[in-house]
């Protein structure tokens, strides 16, 4: 091709993609999420069967999985009743009777290893501009959780007390509501000092005062209604999962843009970290997943108990929240090195890889600035600046559970490839 047809070339592909990726962030932002209903996983997830668990990141097989989310998994067996312990549950597993299934290729989220089996239940979030719904579980809160990959006879019997009492419960007064709008919330709590990943301190109360007086009018018992309210006061980060639905119908419309060079998922799954860009399709762009080296952790641990990072909670800073978010959170600023300062310079790094300010989100420490949102690969790889996502450690053996949380980067290796992989799709080397 002559040079000159060529730069010709060139210069339409780039209003091409500035076309595309000003459809993909207009879509972003119409997104309007609401919650909706609670209902079974079986139910109501896309693909969902019997013998279906849905785990976080990308694909990968059983013989892949990192030893926490092995645990969950072999734990959701024993709370549907398919296995009776974790021994037998690994027989089933190996017998290749149950699938395996990342949860963004059922509209769903999970927070850490994010396991999602058939009877759970599952919050419903709806996007009332495209009719859209995207699913996660209840956040189970502190201490042996599935989530964190920490298994025992309490956990099992917590997730009963959820299936059976609390699922009910929170169906009929989220019904009493007439749906939650999600954003509202999360605007707030940014004005309050949530980032909106790992703190969710505001979000949740202002939750609580929302659902707390339909809690009263359910003519339950007394103490049934107040363990409801005990188990949502009493965690701080009930409000994280779903943030996360939100942020996944939010980032679905994104996708699948032509020409657009928007990063519309970030996941690991404990051994791989992925990307996603919404003019690639459904393809995952993956690297190891990174190890939280500057985490802080619970006494007694450090850097060498903690497993690579995992989770589909990375969905928010996809977003532009959390870790791009965290100079609204000052109780966030020792994850940054210990100043305000810092966390405000995190910011507005995440701002030179992203193409717009989102309104909905005024951070007060930035004169109300709104939240860098819509990575845009080709800025990745040109600044060489990486995602800053803020994230949990969980116990790489032990199934001691969460063991500390800090800051971790997107592997560069992932924007590379899909880079790569744009060039050729788009022939941009002939």
Request: some cysteine; aromatic content about 6%; proline content about 6%.
């Amino acid at each position: 091709m002559p040079e000159k047809n060529l730069q010709k070339g060139r210069a339409y592909m780039g209003d091409r993609i500035r076309e595309a990726n000003s459809r993909a962030l207009e879509k972003l932002l119409a997104t309007e999420p609401v919650l909706t209903d609670i209902d079974t996983a079986l139910s109501v997830i896309p693909g969902m069967t019997p013998d279906t668990i849905l785990h976080a990141g990308p694909p990968i097989t059983w013989q892949r999985m990192c030893d926490p989310m092995k645990r969950a998994v072999r734990g959701a067996l024993v709370f549907e009743g398919l296995a009776a312990d974790g021994e037998s549950a690994e027989a089933l597993i190996k017998s290749k009777k149950i699938k395996l299934s990342p949860n963004h290729r059922h509209d769903s989220v999970g927070p850490m290893t994010g396991i999602i089996s058939a009877s759970m239940p599952v919050i419903v979030t709806k996007d009332l501009t495209r009719g859209r719904a995207a699913y996660s579980t209840f956040n189970e809160g502190g201490g042996k959780v599935l989530w964190f990959g920490s298994v025992g006879g309490e956990t099992i019997k917590r997730l009963r007390w959820m299936k059976e009492v609390f699922a009910p419960i929170m169906k009929r007064a989220l019904a009493m509501t007439g749906g939650i709008p999600v954003w509202s919330i999360l605007a707030q709590g940014i004005q309050m000092g949530d980032e909106c990943h790992n703190r969710h301190a505001a979000s949740t109360n202002i939750f609580l005062k929302i659902i707390a007086e339909n809690l009263l009018k359910l003519d339950l018992p007394s103490e049934t209604a107040l363990d409801a309210y005990r188990f949502i006061a009493g965690n701080s980060h009930f409000f994280l999962n779903i943030t996360m639905t939100a942020c996944k119908l939010a980032m679905d419309a994104a996708d699948g843009m032509e020409d657009s060079t928007i990063v519309t998922a970030m996941s690991r799954n404990g051994t791989d970290f992925g990307i996603r860009v919404s003019g690639l399709g459904d393809s995952w762009f993956t690297a190891p997943a990174p190890y939280l080296l500057d985490a802080l952790y619970n006494p007694g641990y450090g850097p060498q108990d903690g497993a690579p990072d995992i989770g589909d909670s990375s969905i928010i800073e996809t977003m532009g929240l959390g870790g791009f978010a965290i100079a609204a959170s000052p109780s966030m600023a020792s994850f940054a090195g210990g100043g305000v300062a810092e966390s405000i310079g995190i910011t507005r790094k995440m701002q030179l890889i992203t193409s717009l300010k989102n309104p909905k989100f005024g951070i007060p420490s930035l004169d109300f600035e709104g939240t860098p949102t819509g990575i845009d690969l080709r800025k990745v790889v040109e600044t060489g600046i990486l995602p800053s996502i803020n994230s949990a450690v969980v116990h790489k053996s032990s199934g001691a559970g969460q063991i500390g949380a800090g800051i971790v980067r997107a592997p560069y290796e992932c924007f590379v490839k899909a880079i790569q992989e744009f060039g050729e799709r788009y022939d941009l080397a002939a």
